[in-house]
């Protein structure tokens, strides 16, 4: 396309990155360089690998562009947006997406409206409890059924998107799409925002993580037509869980998806978890089992690992 025409990329939450994906987009950069391609990341933390010819740090947006977005999303007047954006913009810190849950607290408690294409503000007083301590985010999931919840605990702990019919009515709830918790496509859901598995799983312990990672094992390896990547994900997860007969399971079926690694059981390890083959080392002290290896047998061994 490039050489046709000026192309520009955007390549949003770099620092999300997988060694795989990095090589893979890098190595598509680099091949470009004979075109006329600009490509635009955004990250929390700079990505050497990109080599960037300038980087801009995104300040906090200001009063005023909070009202921007208001306005962008339902007309207002100077009024209404002197009582609602002050507030806002408090308890956000000026982050857009942290705007974005303020005004979902906002509408989901009906303290906010959108009434013939404009806002209406019908419980002021709930402005006043928007406050920099406001735990804006965590009150809306704890909001939330218990059956959403769990769907939100999965992709947080999944770190992916995950078939819906793995979930045990088979679908979604479209409210949890309708508020912004979850982008359900092509039969695939995953979290809205990488904030909201972050805060779901810093109230998990270690023992419910590990019993999560082993339900989604669990639940993918009981689903059939599943995809190299999902069975990868099975594995890993199994791995995380420590369930070696979960984890030879997941990867026996990888290898029947991939004829070419027939015959090569020890050499696809590395592919199949996600992993370098440097990252497999030598024996530790004790040996592991027949068929596993070194690398894998000391994360299994491992008690403090999750």
Same mark, same amino acid.
């Given at each position: 396309?490039?050489?046709?025409?000026?192309?520009?990329?955007? &390549?949003?939450?770099?620092?999300?990155?997988?060694?795989?994906?990095?090589?893979?987009?890098?190595?598509?950069?680099?091949?470009?360089?004979?075109?006329?391609?600009?490509?635009?990341?955004?990250?929390?933390?700079?990505?050497?690998?990109?080599?960037?010819?300038?980087?801009?740090?995104?300040?906090?947006?200001?009063?005023?562009?909070?009202?921007?977005?208001?306005?962008?999303?339902?007309?207002?007047?100077?009024?209404? =947006?002197? &009582?609602?954006?002050?507030?806002?913009?408090?308890?956000?810190?000026?982050?857009?997406?942290?705007?974005?849950?303020?005004?979902?607290?906002?509408?989901?408690?009906?303290?906010?409206?959108?009434?013939?294409?404009?806002?209406?503000?019908?419980?002021?007083?709930?402005?006043?409890?928007?406050?920099?301590?406001?735990?804006?985010?965590?009150?809306?999931?704890?909001?939330?059924?218990?059956?959403?919840?769990?769907? =939100?605990?999965?992709?947080?702990?999944?770190?992916?998107?995950?078939?819906? *019919? &793995?979930?045990?009515?088979?679908?979604?709830?479209?409210?949890?799409? *309708?508020?912004?918790?979850?982008?359900?496509?092509?039969?695939?859901?995953?979290?809205?925002?990488?904030?909201?598995?972050?805060?779901?799983?810093?109230?998990?312990?270690?023992?419910?993580?590990?019993?999560?990672? &082993?339900?989604?094992?669990?639940?993918?390896?009981?689903?059939?037509?599943?995809?190299?990547?999902?069975?990868?994900?099975?594995?890993?997860?199994?791995?995380?869980?420590?369930?070696?007969? =979960?984890?030879?399971?997941?990867?026996?079926?990888?290898?029947?998806?991939?004829?070419? *690694?027939?015959?090569?059981?020890?050499?696809?390890?590395?592919?199949?978890?996600?992993?370098?083959?440097?990252?497999?080392?030598? =024996?530790?002290?004790?040996?592991?089992?027949?068929?596993?290896?070194?690398?894998?047998?000391?994360?299994?061994?491992?008690?403090? *690992?999750?």
């Amino acid at each position: 396309l490039v050489e046709d025409h000026p192309q520009a990329l955007l &390549l949003d939450d770099l620092h999300r990155w997988d060694p795989q994906s990095e090589a893979v987009i890098c190595g598509a950069i680099e091949r470009c360089k004979i075109g006329r391609l600009l490509v635009v990341g955004t990250s929390r933390r700079l990505q050497p690998a990109l080599h960037p010819g300038a980087t801009h740090t995104l300040s906090p947006l200001t009063v005023e562009q909070v009202e921007s977005l208001l306005q962008g999303v339902a007309d207002a007047d100077g009024a209404m =947006l002197d &009582l609602i954006a002050p507030p806002i913009r408090g308890v956000s810190a000026g982050v857009p997406q942290r705007v974005l849950e303020a005004l979902h607290w906002l509408l989901e408690r009906s303290a906010l409206e959108r009434q013939d294409g404009a806002w209406e503000l019908v419980d002021p007083a709930a402005l006043n409890r928007l406050t920099p301590e406001t735990m804006v985010l965590e009150e809306r999931i704890a909001a939330l059924p218990a059956d959403s919840v769990r769907v =939100l605990r999965w992709l947080a702990v999944a770190e992916q998107p995950l078939p819906t *019919r &793995l979930f045990e009515s088979g679908s979604i709830d479209p409210e949890l799409e *309708r508020r912004g918790f979850v982008v359900v496509s092509d039969g695939q859901a995953a979290l809205g925002h990488e904030t909201i598995g972050e805060r779901i799983i810093a109230h998990e312990g270690a023992g419910a993580v590990r019993a999560i990672q &082993l339900d989604i094992t669990r639940a993918l390896l009981d689903t059939t037509m599943l995809t190299p990547a999902q069975l990868r994900l099975a594995g890993q997860l199994a791995l995380k869980a420590k369930r070696e007969d =979960l984890l030879g399971l997941a990867f026996s079926r990888w290898v029947a998806k991939r004829p070419e *690694r027939a015959g090569e059981m020890e050499s696809g390890w590395p592919a199949f978890l996600g992993v370098t083959p440097d990252e497999i080392t030598s =024996l530790g002290e004790s040996a592991p089992p027949p068929g596993v290896l070194p690398w894998i047998w000391r994360e299994l061994a491992d008690p403090d *690992r999750v």
